[in-house]
């Protein structure tokens, strides 16, 4: 990073002292399912309060639209009107994150035409003129194969990615640098790019492994490199079932850090990419690049962290020395495991050490734990007891309001402690099975901890609050009152303060909308700009925020069955995505209840008079004493576009016959009926197509089409293109 400390802060101190304070936005897609989006935002969020500036959250939460009929992508890309100055004085953006939604080069284009606004990205794709934070997988691989082989002394390796981004293939480049500057040989066989990270694909790539390698106790196979954990633990999973442990047979190695490396059967060595300390740091590189006017192009490499677990082969030092002194406390109970005992001499003085460290703990409980232990260490492909009763535990204790993860840690380290002399006596294998358990049970805490985390941000308590009043939000009848009801939620989740924008009918483009509503009061300042039109969304007014303080705001287009109404913007005391998107979805479909029942909502996507004209080749106009016009006809058809063409239910509608209807329509047109109908719904799907709001399918179903490729080939028998041609040249 350029700046030092001091001069950034003195550059912000400025700012704020001319009344314009510095305001960054993050644009990206996060999947809610994962950790990594919420990494990244917490990160930024916690640099914008140190750094006392303001943050626009333009994020998407994918995983709170699933239940939009809308495009994702198409809604999604809405926000990018928000991402200029002065709005915004520059962006931190996770390019990678559209990655499923969009091809490469649009996404390149959507980025680079933003230019020269500041930009600092912190994905892994190469968009020109910005600056990249990076991961450094370079020294990462050469961290974990350094570990691997000089520690381990492993030297037959395999490898295993996915074909679905460029870091994939450059960590398998540095896999094999790494193999060349140890001297050692890539054997054959031993690369596998799986075609996704599905379960199906890793699992055919497993298959092909097996035909190649026996996997038995490292003898013609030491270690599996993966280029992510979610390979890894899959891999781990289906290998067990095949009788395959590790890492016992087989070591295997992941990269992220996840959740599935955490938690995997045998604890993950991995890798860990910062997502938090990234998405501070990419705050930090902003500023300086706003503060000396920068437009350098340039990439950052974050550093990792080499993260040792139990899946490369590594013990903790607790076991490999549990038992190897005599400095045992007077009170502890001692044991001579170098004699013959019986297991009930073994289960009393268990119980009694344990009874002993854990005191507040009834004897039958403990006994309980002593069960499970044996069960879990002498009984093979079942589910652990242990870790069962460690859900079962930390769920009462949670209920009861007394959940302290470390102390939960501590317990699991004595009950650990007390077990593993005795384990030593049992051999390797049952060591590593009953770390695997004890891996897992620290793990459960973990999550638990990070759920509670979550807990307190998503406050699902909180959201259920708010669907059971959903019926408040539906039954409504006007705007005033959906905003009263809308107060009172806002309330009830903490949301410091709120600015809304409504269009006055709904649409199907982007709104120009009016400032409608501001919680918690309309001030002054507020009603001055009430009812001011947006004309731009970078126009938005600051003033509209609160003033004179650093605010957090997060943007919420609303939108319901592809119309929009305008926006909204929710200043986060909460981090959580999901609040704002439940609040949205509501919001979305009270209001499109409201437009619906006043007459607001109007198709604004429909075949103009000059291309049915242009499709009509009749000449006659019709006489008055007709029974069927022009007019009629194109009328019926378009109300029904959405239909297959039924001559027989049309000719009923006029109470005429079918072939008359069919003469006339000749007459009229220059078409017949079908024809007539299938060339308006053509010009229709060339609107749909321009408004880049619908994707194909979606076209071929709203218009009447059996399917996508009948559709296509009915435009391209009209028009002489395919849809998608079509659209590039217009």
Known sequence: ?????????????????????????????????????????????????????NFINMGGAVKYS?????????????????MKQPFIDGLVTWTSSLWDFMKEENIVKLFSDMSPLPMVDIGHMNIPNLTHIKIDSTSAITRLMEHLVKKHGYTKFAFFGADVSQPHWNRLFTYRSNLKKYGLQELPDS??????????????????????????????????????????????????????????????TGFNNWYEGITARSPLTTIDLSYYDRGYAAIEVLIDKIATNSQKEETILFPTKLVIRQSCGCLEREITSAGDHNTTPKEELTFDFNRDFSEIELREYLTNNLKQKFQEHSRAEIEQWIDSFFHD????????????????????????????????????TKFRNTLLPFLKTE???????????????????????????????????????????????TSSQTIEETFNILSKQLEDFSVPSAVIALNDRAARNFPTPTLSFFYPEETPRHTNLKNTQIQEPHLFPKEAFPQNRRYTMILEVLSAYDYYFGYAFFEMKNESFSIYEVLRLLLSNALYSIYKNTGKITNSIQPTLNQITSIISGKKMPLKHQRLTQDQITSY???????????????????VSKSYLSKKTKELTGCTVQALHEKLKIEQAKNMLLSETYELSKIAEKLGFQNQNYFSNVFKKNTGQSPKNWLKSQ
């Open 66 to 82: 699933i239940f939009e009929d809308m495009n994702f992508t198409q809604n999604y890309i809405k926000n990018f009107k928000f």
């Open 427 to 473: 051999g390797i294998d049952s060591l590593l099975k009953m770390e695997n358990i004890f891996h897992q049970m620290r793990s459960l805490v973990s999550l638990f901890q990070k759920y509670e985390s979550l807990a307190d941000r998503e406050n699902p308590y909180q959201i259920n609050n708010i669907s059971e009043r959903a019926v408040s939000f």
């Open 191 to 252: 690369v596998y790019m799986c075609r996704s990270m599905s379960e199906k694909h890793i699992f055919e790539k497993t298959e092909e492994l097996l035909k190649h390698y026996t996997l038995k106790e490292k003898s013609n196979l030491e270690c599996i490199i993966t280029t992510t954990d979610i390979i890894a633990s899959i891999l781990i999973e289906q290998l067990n079932a095949r009788g395959v442990s590790v890492p016992k047979d087989i070591a295997v």
């Open 1 to 53: 990073m350029g700046l030092k400390i001091s001069e950034r802060r003195i550059f912000l101190s400025e700012r704020k002292s001319a009344g314009n304070r510095l305001t960054i936005g993050f644009a990206g897609i996060a999947d809610l399912r994962s950790f990594i989006g919420l990494e990244y935002i917490k990160g930024m969020t916690k640099a914008c309060i140190d750094y006392d500036i």
């Open 377 to 412: 260490l002498y009984t093979r492909n079942e589910e652990s007891r242990m870790l069962q009763q460690a859900k079962d535990t930390i769920q009462n204790i949670r209920k009861k309001g007394e959940f302290i993860p470390d102390l939960f840690q501590e317990s699991i």
């Open 637 to 655: 058809l378009l109300q029904h576009l959405g239909e297959k063409t039924d001559i027989q239910k049309m000719a009923e509608f006029f109470l």
